[in-house]
């Protein structure tokens, strides 16, 4: 099945604990993205990559940490800087330049991370 | 600020009525556009994509776009009370990689 997987889909931190989200596709992607959701919010960008070893900052990314070694495997890093780590995580990827619905992002099920 | 704005709702219709879910951008140079469908506690799912002017249907679903007006609407034909959800409205903007700004979400209630 192609698609893509998010790790663990609850978990618990303590305060001061850096703590590492999954995501991982096996959908030939390109690109890939982490977001974050807040009850009632809409999703904001946090980290994004475009290609394998290179990534950008999005709207919130002070806190967080990503890394892209591998083109299937985009972590994220929550680290003790993050000051409301509480929410809904997702991941999402988007297909190859130049093919049909390039612009489309699929999302991943989500980790949703409880500050303790 | 570049910015999709959506009525948060709820709206509720009651089960085989039209839902019409509207959305409206800031940035004139927005060239896709997208409705995702998110129910409670889980991860936003991509339900209908358009890019140019125009309606597009898909089964129950239709979009509509008017670019000059900024606006994009999704008409749910026949609704059920599994289209209840969070419908999330996302634009990308020419230049941004490929990134989409999303709105808050029209949460969606179908009554039997």
């Known amino acids: 099945d192609g698609g893509i997987t998010q790790s663990p889909k609850y978990l618990f931190r303590k305060e001061g604990q850096n703590v590492t989200l999954s995501c991982e596709q096996n959908l030939n992607h390109d690109a890939m993205y982490w977001y974050r959701q807040d009850p009632g919010q809409g999703l904001r960008l946090i980290y994004y990559s475009q290609i394998v070893n290179d990534f950008q900052k999005g709207d919130i990314a002070e806190g967080y940490s990503v890394s892209r070694e591998k083109k299937e495997s985009f972590p994220l890093t929550v680290t003790s800087a993050q000051k409301n780590p509480t929410a809904f995580y997702l991941c999402?990827?988007?297909?190859?330049?130049?093919?049909?619905?390039?612009?489309?992002?699929?999302f991943g099920p989500g980790t949703r991370l409880t500050v303790l | 600020q570049k910015e999709v704005e959506q009525n948060s709702g709820p709206l509720s219709v009651p089960e085989g009525a039209i839902a019409s879910l509207n959305c409206t951008y800031s940035d004139r140079v927005s060239q896709s556009f997208f409705w995702y469908r998110q129910y409670s506690g889980k991860s936003p799912e991509l339900i209908m994509s358009?890019?140019?002017?125009g309606d597009k249907e898909d089964g129950r679903f239709t979009a509509q776009l008017n670019k000059a007006s900024q606006y994009v609407s999704l008409l749910i034909r026949d609704s059920q009370p599994s289209d209840s959800a969070t419908y999330l409205c996302a634009v990308n903007i020419r230049g941004s990689q490929g990134n989409l700004i999303f709105g808050k979400g029209t949460k969606l209630s179908v009554k039997p």
């Open positions: 358009i890019y140019s002017n």
């Open positions: 999402a990827s988007r297909g190859l330049a130049g093919s049909l619905g390039y612009n489309e992002q699929f």
